[in-house]
């Protein structure tokens, strides 16, 4: 049964302006470690960051008003088939996701 969906786009210029206007300080207070270094490791780094912010936002869309939590206890990481998935708090959630991005946007899919 299905308790919540949330859907999200986020322009990858735009995520990078912020980057540049922000730098460390938005970057820590949105991501974690683990996704930092996971998106550090690739070729376009700001795509692999995007896909997440664009989670983290359908995330909250999927859990509904108000869910009590922040942006890093969120953490989007992939199981050993490298399907993404969903950890609240450092323990994995039953939200399925999906991913996808381009040159300039990236989106994903939330469902709880």
């Not at 207070?29 to 896909?51: G, I």
């Not at 869309?61 to 950890?87: S, Y």
């Amino acid at each position: 049964m299905v308790k919540g969906s949330g859907i999200d786009i986020v322009e990858i210029p735009k995520l990078e302006r912020a980057v540049k206007r922000w730098g460390d300080d938005f970057l820590k207070r949105v991501y974690t470690d683990r996704e930092l270094a996971y998106a550090r490791s690739k070729r376009y780094p700001l795509q692999h960051l995007a896909a997440r912010f664009a989670a983290k936002e359908a995330i909250f869309k999927a859990l509904g008003t108000k869910p009590n939590i922040a942006f890093k206890d969120i953490e989007i990481c992939h199981d050993k088939h490298g399907r993404p998935l969903c950890r609240i708090r450092n323990k994995r959630s039953l939200i399925a996701l999906s991913l996808s991005h381009t040159e300039n946007y990236a989106v994903a899919c939330a469902i709880l």
